[in-house]
Structures are given as structure tokens and as C-alpha cells.
């Protein structure tokens, strides 16, 4: 049985309240569900970001978790250009590598995910990352995980053609939505919106409610967009 503690912090995460459940947990409780909602909060509301690195810190370097939220937060500071280092890129990749190599199934995917990430939306290298993008969703798909999904083909969809782009968006938004998880939820509106013709009602509506939400949970980068 998950420990109370431990339950209540991932649904707070899952609502984007990261403060709460970093509150939740306390400082020596669960220090890598702790340095994953710190690394969360940093990443959505670009705040915080030294005490994403201390949190990621205080695990075991070797583990699967450490590196990829080692990578997360090189790959973060370049993609905000937010004081990145010489060598992000290369701590990234090979964070990501070690992952790869390290983890069980599910944690090899998120790595090759990540991975697929940093060579997308940082290299521009679509080539080397769609194989990447789809052995993570070929990982996703066997094991059932809808969230895990979500976040995949949120990246694949803008390398398809338009019917299938939007098709993906739309499958990414309702898995979000069905699953609780607010700020993925928001920020899958605000790109399906940015997808629709400018004209679509649909497009009008979704950038509204996007916006309200990110405001109330202060998702940073996204306020910026909108």
C-alpha cells in the first residue's frame, strides 16, 4: 500500500500543486518523489531551480532517477535559456544514455523520451529523434500507461500530417483531462489550440480557458506563449 504521505504529494502533483506536496512530503521523506516535484515545479514554473538541483543532489547519483532528472534540468536551462552551462547539452544526452542503460522498462522509456526531447526541441534533429519517440511509445503502449502516452505523442504529433497531428493533440488532451493531471491538462489545450485555424471557434475557447489556468497555477513558460 502506498504510504498517505506519499499518495496525497503525487495527487497534489498531479493538480500542480507543487508547493503542497512538496510540504507534504517534508525534507527526508521519499527523496526522489520529492526531487521529481521539485524538478516539476521548477520546470512549469521556472522558479525554484536551485532547490530542484539540491533535491536532485541528495539521491544516489547511479540511480535511473537521478540521471534523468539530471538531464531534466540541463535540458531545461537551455530550452528557458535560463543561465545554461557550457556543458548542458552533453550532461543531458548522457544522463539520458545512463538512464537508458540503467533503469527498468518503464524508466528506459521516459529516457529515450527525454532523449527524443533534447535532440527535437534543442538539435532541431527530427531524424534522430522520432526512433527515439517511438520505442518510448512502443514502452508506453505495453504497459498500459495513458500519462506516460500523453507526453509522447504530445511530441510526435507535430512531425504528421495535419489530420493525424490533430488527431494525436486530441488524444493527448482527453488522456490528460481523464487522468486529473492540471497542468499537462492546460498545456495540451494551449498547443491543440495553437494547432487550429485561427478562425475555429474551438481555437478561441481553448486559448481562453488555457490561459486561466495558467495564471492561477503560474506555469511560466506558458504564460509567456499566451
Not at 499518495?7 to 518523489?33: F, I, K, M, N, S
Not at 524538478?39 to 538541483?53: K, Q, S, T
Not at 533503469?103 to 528506459?108: A, I, L, N, S
Request: glycine share 4%; charged share 30%; hydrophobic share 45%.
Amino acid at each position: 500500500m502506498i504510504a498517505d504521505d506519499t499518495y496525497t504529494a503525487r495527487c497534489l502533483q498531479l493538480l500542480g500543486e507543487w508547493d503542497a506536496a512538496l510540504a507534504v512530503l517534508g525534507p527526508d521523506t521519499d527523496t526522489e518523489l520529492r526531487a521529481e516535484i521539485a524538478v516539476d515545479r521548477w520546470f512549469f514554473r521556472i522558479e525554484h531551480h536551485e532547490e530542484a538541483e539540491k533535491a536532485v543532489a541528495a539521491l544516489d547519483p547511479a540511480s535511473p532517477t537521478a540521471h534523468i532528472l539530471t538531464g531534466r534540468l540541463a535540458y531545461s536551462r537551455l530550452l528557458f535559456k535560463h543561465e545554461p552551462r557550457p556543458d548542458d547539452r552533453a550532461v543531458a544526452e548522457a544522463a539520458y544514455h545512463a538512464a537508458v542503460e540503467s533503469g527498468d522498462e518503464k524508466q528506459r522509456g521516459w529516457a529515450e523520451y527525454h532523449w527524443a526531447v533534447l535532440l527535437d526541441n534543442i538539435d532541431q534533429d527530427a531524424a534522430g529523434a522520432l526512433p527515439r519517440y517511438e520505442t518510448a511509445l512502443e514502452i508506453a503502449t505495453k504497459t498500459g500507461d495513458a500519462y506516460f502516452e500523453s507526453y509522447i505523442i504530445r511530441h510526435l504529433a507535430p512531425h504528421k500530417e495535419p489530420a493525424e497531428r490533430l488527431a494525436m493533440l486530441r488524444r493527448s488532451l482527453h488522456l490528460r483531462a481523464a487522468l486529473g493531471a492540471r497542468p499537462q491538462t492546460i498545456a495540451a489545450q494551449a498547443f491543440l489550440a495553437a494547432n487550429l485555424p485561427e478562425d475555429d471557434p474551438e481555437r478561441a475557447e481553448l486559448q481562453r480557458i488555457s490561459r486561466s489556468g495558467a495564471e492561477e497555477l503560474r506555469i511560466g513558460w506558458l504564460l509567456s506563449e499566451v
